[in-house]
C-alpha cells in the first residue's frame, strides 16, 4: 500500500465493498469511481465519481508520484488496457476452484505481451504474480 497514491474503481466494486464491515476505507489515498449512473458518495471521503473518458483519467492519475491501483471489472480493466495506461499487472491465484465466476479479462483488443518480474507464494495456498508490459 505505501506505493499507491491513486485508485480507481468500478462503481459495482465499490458498492460491494462498501458495504463490507469497515466499509469503503483507504485512508489518505484519492479514490476514483468509475460510473455513468449516480452515485451515493455522501460521507465518503477522498472518494469523487468519475463518468469521464478512461483516456482523461489516465492522465490525470499519472500525474500522482506514486502508483495507481485498478480494482474492478474485468471491463473497467479492458479499458485501461485498451487504452495503454496499465504496465504493471499483479495476479493472486487462490487456493479456490469456483464453480462459476467472471472472466478475470474480456474486451481486450490486442494481444499484450507480458513479462513475469516476481513470483511469491505464500503459506495460504495463494500464489502471486508480477507482470510487466515490455
Known sequence: ??????????????????????????????????????????????????????????KKVRKEKKDTWLIGSAALAASFFNEGLVDEMILSVMPLVLGKGMPLFTGIEKHLPLKLEEVTNFPNGVVQMTYTFP
Not at 22 to 51: A, F, N
Open 1 to 58: 500500500m505505501k506505493r499507491i497514491g491513486v485508485v480507481v474503481t468500478g462503481s459495482k466494486t465499490f458498492e460491494q465493498a462498501r458495504n463490507f464491515p469497515g466499509g469503503w476505507s483507504i485512508p489518505g489515498i484519492q479514490t476514483y469511481v468509475c460510473s455513468r449512473r449516480p452515485l451515493d458518495l455522501e460521507g465518503q471521503k477522498g472518494v469523487v465519481l468519475w463518468s469521464g473518458g478512461i483516456r482523461e483519467l489516465g
